[in-house]
């Protein structure tokens, strides 16, 4: 399949839709109509309007690459970021030099500090997390949590891939929303995407995408605490699968829990 350019989604007479594809969880997916990605761009573009330093935390999953190709290709701007948590799976890390090869530009870069990471360790071992909720999270803190504090100081605003359809704890994501964990405005600008409208533009547009989705992978954490799904499960219960769903959150995205009202539009 000939890859299609955004341009040429924007051209009058084009078809509604885009192509239909298969995505790596074997479902035929839908076929994204051309004024969701229009609308997509478009958010983009006002997002950088309002809030010009901000940044894309993007963890190289399937959504965030679909960010990534629409930041990049769209001329937006706005800037983009991951965190290697030390325990990525090495499919994962190439994905940054592929991000390089295909846009000229990498991601910025932000790790955990070692010594955090060896007294935890040390004082827990290397797999505590499977022990209890709370030592999970406390290795969630120190290798995702504050780094991402680093990456967004200074910033008034933040971008991320989540989706609704992703988890009990996402059914409510707004589209934009006050994060008062971290202290700046935050955007969901796939909030109302379904998995297979994400892996229709993933085809339409020939993004690059993690290999280990076509392994049964949706969600993809740190290697340790990720599996592959089973056929009819949850697309993030591959995620800390020996906890429950409820709990299934790392601390980026702690306001998932409550119901947060957007702010006013800036004009």
Known sequence: ??????????????????????SPTGKLTEKLPTRKWQALTLRLADIARRYPDAVLASSLAAEDMLLTHAILEGGSGLGIFTLDTGRLHAETLALLDVIEARYGRRPDVFRPHEEA????????????FYESVALRKACCEIRKVEPLRRALAGRKAWITGQRRAQSATRADLPDEEQDTT???YKFN??????????????RAFDIPYNPLHDQGYPSIGCEPCTRAIRPGEDVRAGRWWW???DSKECGLHAGNRFSIKPEAVRS
């Open 1 to 22: 399949m000939q890859p299609v350019s955004t341009s040429d989604l924007a051209q009058e007479g084009q078809a509604d839709k885009l192509p239909t594809d298969k």
């Open 117 to 128: 990471v060896r007294e935890h360790v040390q004082a827990h071992g290397a797999y505590a």
């Open 182 to 184: 971290f202290g700046l």
């Open 189 to 202: 600008p796939l909030a109302d995407w379904s998995e297979a409208e994400v892996w229709a533009a993933i």
């Open 243 to 245: 906890e429950s769903s």
